[in-house]
């Protein structure tokens, strides 16, 4: 009801407001436009009597209101001189009224004009702008009237006598479309009065109660549809139905009679009497009736089922016109996704949703369940109209879970959950495709050592007649694990089917095959131990033509059907017939062979079957009943589970985490991503100076060794300078072919590393976030892995270092000091190594026993003793060799002997090499600063000169190989290697991000959990609300 402040609106008020608006709102008066107050207050009463009614202009300007009335005469005695001018001038006054009389009806005529007009402005003023609603039309009428010209079309149109004769019957296609009208319209769960006239018996059976359609209001409603249906085919239906019930009732009641009858008395003494002949042929009629009351049954029910199949392959056709139609549309719109597609995503992300704080998905599917080859992917086949799952004769086909979202479309198509191709189910080679996708994902799914997978595969059928529906095709239980199958087979889909049907929320389509005798049976009991009362089980009985064939008692299949047989219960009892065992068949050819053979079965002929208890089609339409009505019953509910538990997860975020954003799993690789991919640009903008700095030192590191010993030591041992240059030539000759490149390579593969990990090490300081430490660690190493040095560059670097080590030209004094401070730092670094070894060797010295209380072991002592007489040896002879002759041990060793020192020659020679090693540095260092100034002997080549100084030669050529390696080196890092792991690095984030698996492992911890938990739950409520507010459009 409409309420104007705080009264009551009145009338002409009320009836401007629908009475189906079901809305109450209070409008003040003065917010009611000018027209509407006054026509309220035109026609209401006034409710204060001390205050005057509010008049407005359309009171006073109308053309229906009173003149005003002349002014009153005045009374007797108010003066003799009026009245005698009135009694004077009566023929004046008479002419003046006949006069006046004339201006009257002329300025009536003229003042009700104006005032006409005057009134019509005014109302025209107070109508309300209603260019402000051009919205509500939409835009293609504009466009169709600006662009198409009405006159010319309506020229170019036939006559009606002509159209009248090619139209067909209008009757019968207007109630088909009033049907197809019902069909669409919402709130009816199979959408026509097709179903309240026949459908509703679908899934009664003798002993259970009806399987009745989810809207209450269909039987509320089956006396009006029986009153508006009597005209046409779809009162021929309900007539027929009627017939049928009553043939039923008839039978029973023959039948009924027939064996109530007593019979007929017996004599003691004689032997019983033959029957009399009133007595047979009453039998004969009684039986005779009954047999012609079952086969007009039957010819009722056949003809019943033919023109329902007629009714539903026109309307099927008439969808699809509609959906076609819909689909291309005149105008572009948004893609709206149906009711089952919403639904549909929501079961996609629960089934990746990791379920904690005891958050479950109850959304209701059915799962189909049965033993291994009773026939479960052949009725889920049926039911999707197209032959989409891959065969085998015997063995296991079904390896993980298919999830199947059956809707109605135009066209005949099947696509994945995360592809975006299309398979036209109406061509046999897309069909085949897809086959051999199915087959290929499960496959892929099984992991190594197992021979079913509990990840599901997710697609969506549509097609037109399609119920709508979402599916989920198991693995068939097994009794028996064979070879080639995981020992654990067994229990694996035992555990997966349990996890499906513990939903309390989920129909159980149990699939028993007809064929085998019932005891050989294992889903039976798993059903019944999930669901024992059952109350969303739906139990279908496949291959009835075998079973009817073998069988020698068709009772028996009564007995399954009746739900007498199996100690389980459930909602409905169906038999259907999925082909005759070839893989080749078509789903047309199956639904013929299924109606053919229930057409002339016994088992309807002979009642032990009902009409509605066959076909895959009933079998479908009872299925999408239950789950719809599951879903309307429980959707709402699992909403408010899921509101819940994104309240838990967002109060946690809060209290530990107040000021972080909330970054799930993906969010949070992309932020790692992009500060790797910094910190590599960032090794870019590296100085040449300081890449050839640490090439050049750390080279000389890896090779100064080497050069030591192998190089200047052994050539020093000669007598001339001449053989001096030829064995230092000779050695740096064969160290530059054989190693000196691949040490190079190395050490700048080495400093590429470090530096890499140095500016990973340097941004991991600012602010880092320790949550990504293991993924940069990961893909550093990986890219490291990945990364390969040019080795076409070895060949060019030996070429470059040979001919700087073949260089003895030097030019000037400041490279000549340089050569002998390179020389003294490296003899200095050795001596001091030297001594190092040989303190070692001989234990801590006087000061240090006496201040550290340290003591020498008897090896130390041995070692000590023998460096004591090799020290004589080298002050008796300065000029020693590196090696000490035999005698020369000898004499050592006796010497040794002789104090009571027992020595191993070894043990001699070993301490021999550190004293000659320490004493030739020293006289190295010391012949290093007499060179100092002998740069102007080496211009003259030291001639003329007692002062030979080669070795420094020897380390200016080194120290100049060393600095044009690092130069080259250098060159090869930042024009290309750099660039190379930089690509490295985005291909290996790439194939990271990639990689779900590895994203886990490399990001965790307890706020990702949470953030991802976060973003799922409101993900499933977000699709729960919207799928929750289409149901209810759909109502």
Excluded at 134 to 150: G, M, R, T, Y
Excluded at 290 to 311: A, G, H, P, S
Aim: charged share 30%.
């Amino acid at each position: 009801m409409l309420r104007v402040g705080s009264k009551a609106a009145c009338m002409a008020c009320r009836n401007l407001v629908s009475t189906n608006m079901g809305v109450r709102f209070r409008v003040p008066l003065q917010k009611l436009h000018p027209l509407s107050r006054a026509i309220h207050h035109r026609y209401s009463g006034n409710s204060n009597p001390q205050r005057p009614p509010h008049r407005t202009a359309a009171r006073y300007f109308t053309s229906m209101s009173r003149l005003p009335m002349r002014p009153p005469k005045p009374p007797p005695g108010s003066g003799g001189r009026s009245y005698q001018q009135q009694r004077n001038f009566w023929v004046a006054r008479l002419a003046a009224r006949l006069l006046k009389l004339r201006y009257i009806l002329l300025g009536t005529a003229v003042g009700g004009g104006y005032t006409a007009k005057k009134t019509y402005e005014e109302w025209k003023d107070m109508l309300p702008d209603f260019s402000e609603y051009n919205w509500v039309i939409p835009d293609f009428v504009w466009e169709l009237s600006e662009q198409i010209d009405f006159d010319k079309l309506a020229k170019a149109l036939p006559e009606i006598e002509e159209i009248a004769k090619l139209l067909p019957d209008m009757d019968k296609i207007g109630e088909n479309f009033t049907f197809l009208k019902s069909l669409l319209s919402s709130g009816v769960s199979l959408g026509s009065e097709v179903k309240g006239a026949g459908l509703h018996l679908l899934l009664e059976t003798s002993g259970d109660p009806p399987l009745k359609a989810t809207d209450s209001s269909t039987a509320a409603t089956q006396d009006a549809s029986d009153k508006q249906y009597k005209k046409g085919l779809l009162g021929e239906l309900i007539l027929i139905q009627q017939q049928i019930q009553r043939h039923e009732e008839e039978v029973r009641r023959a039948a009924a009679a027939n064996s109530a009858r007593p019979p007929p008395p017996e004599p003691a003494p004689s032997p019983p009497p033959n029957p009399s002949p009133p007595q047979q042929k009453r039998k004969s009629t009684d039986k005779e009736k009954i047999d012609q009351l079952q086969e007009e049954l039957l010819r009722t029910q056949l003809k019943y089922q033919r023109m329902l199949e007629r009714l539903e392959k026109e309307n099927k056709e008439l969808r699809k016109v509609v959906l076609q139609k819909d689909d291309k549309g005149i105008h572009q719109r948004k893609v709206k996704k149906s009711l089952i597609d919403l639904y549909s995503e929501v079961l996609d992300i629960l089934s990746d949703y990791d379920a904690n704080y005891n958050t479950q998905d109850h959304l209701p599917r059915v799962v189909v369940v049965g033993d291994q080859s009773a026939g479960k992917t052949s009725v889920l086949e049926m039911i999707a109209q197209a032959r989409i799952f891959p065969r085998g004769s015997g063995e296991m086909m079904t390896r993980s879970p298919v999830k199947v979202t059956l809707s109605e479309g135009p066209h005949h198509v099947a696509l994945f959950k995360d592809s975006g191709r299309e398979f036209d189910l109406t061509k046999e080679e897309d069909l085949a495709a897809l086959r051999h996708e199915i087959e290929l994902r499960m496959r892929k799914s099984v992991k190594e050592g197992q021979t079913v997978s509990s990840e599901t595969i997710s697609l969506s059928v549509k097609g037109p007649g399609i119920q709508r529906m979402v599916l989920v095709d198991l693995p068939g239980v097994i009794s028996t694990v064979t070879a080639g199958m995981a020992s654990d087979t067994k229990e694996t889909i035992f555990s997966i089917s349990k996890a499906y049907m513990q939903n309390p929320n989920a129909i159980i389509l149990c699939i028993q095959d007809g064929s085998v005798d019932a005891e050989r049976s294992i889903v039976t009991d798993l059903v019944s131990q999930m669901d024992p009362q059952g109350k969303r089980t739906i139990f279908v009985l496949t291959k009835v033509d075998l079973a009817e064939k073998n069988l020698a008692s068709p009772s028996r299949i009564q007995q399954i059907v009746e739900g007498k047989l199996f100690p389980m219960k459930a909602l409905g009892y169906f038999a259907v017939v999925t082909g005759k065992g070839s893989s080749g068949e078509s789903i047309e050819s199956i639904k013929d062979y299924e109606e053919d053979f229930f057409q002339n079965s016994r088992l309807l002929r002979d009642g032990m079957l009902k009409a509605h208890q066959v076909t895959t089609k009933n079998l479908s339409l009872a299925v999408s009943d239950c789950f719809w009505k599951m879903v309307r019953e429980s959707v709402e509910q699992q909403a408010d589970v899921f509101k819940a538990s994104r309240f838990n997860l967002e109060t946690e975020w809060k209290n530990n985490y107040p000021r972080l954003r909330e970054l799930d799993r993906n969010e949070l690789y992309e932020k790692a991503k992009n500060e790797i991919l910094d910190e590599v640009i960032s090794l870019s903008q590296v100085t040449p100076q300081h890449w050839e700095a640490i090439l050049q030192k750390k080279l000389w590191e890896r090779v100064s060794t080497h050069v030591i010993e192998n190089i200047y030591l052994p050539a020093a041992q000669t007598m001339d300078s001449g053989t001096f240059n030829t064995t230092v030539d000779i050695k740096l000759k064969q160290w530059t072919d054989k190693q000196l490149p691949h040490k190079a390579l190395e050490v700048a593969w080495e400093t590429l590393q470090e530096e890499f990990a140095r500016f990973m090490a340097e941004y991991r300081g600012k602010d880092q976030d320790d949550i990504f430490d293991k993924l940069k660690e990961a893909v550093k190493d990986e890219s490291i892995k990945r990364h390969k040095w040019n080795e076409r560059a070895m060949d060019s670097l030996r070429v470059i270092q040979h001919n700087a080590l073949e260089d003895r030209s030097i030019t000037d004094k400041p490279q000549w000091d340089a050569a002998i401070q390179f020389m003294e730092e490296t003899l200095q670094s050795r001596l001091k190594d030297t001594e190092s070894v040989i303190r070692d060797m001989v234990g801590p010295d006087w000061k240090q026993r006496w201040l550290n209380w340290k003591n020498r072991t008897p090896d130390q002592h041995i070692r000590n003793e023998t460096k004591n007489e090799l020290e004589r040896l080298l002050k008796l002879h300065d000029d020693h060799t590196a090696y000490l002759a035999n005698d020369e041990v000898t004499t050592v060793r006796k010497n040794l002997e002789g104090r009571g020192v027992e020595v191993d020659p070894v043990l001699i020679k070993d301490t021999w090499h550190q004293l000659y090693r320490r004493h030739f540095l020293q006289k190295a260092l010391a012949h290093c600063n007499l060179c100092k100034r002998g740069f102007y002997y080496y211009q003259r080549h030291f001639v003329d000169s007692e002062l030979e100084c080669n070795d420094v030669v020897l380390f200016w050529r080194i120290q100049r190989m060393l600095v044009i390696t690092a130069n080259t080196l250098r060159q090869q890092l930042t024009n290309t290697e750099v660039r190379r792991l930089e690509k490295n690095v985005k291909e290996v984030l790439d194939d990271f991000g990639e990689d779900m698996e590895k994203k886990t492992q490399l990001i965790t911890g307890r706020r990702v959990q949470l953030a991802e938990d976060l973003k799922k739950v409101r993900e499933i409520q977000e699709k729960l609300e919207a799928f929750i507010e289409a149901l209810h459009k759909e109502k």
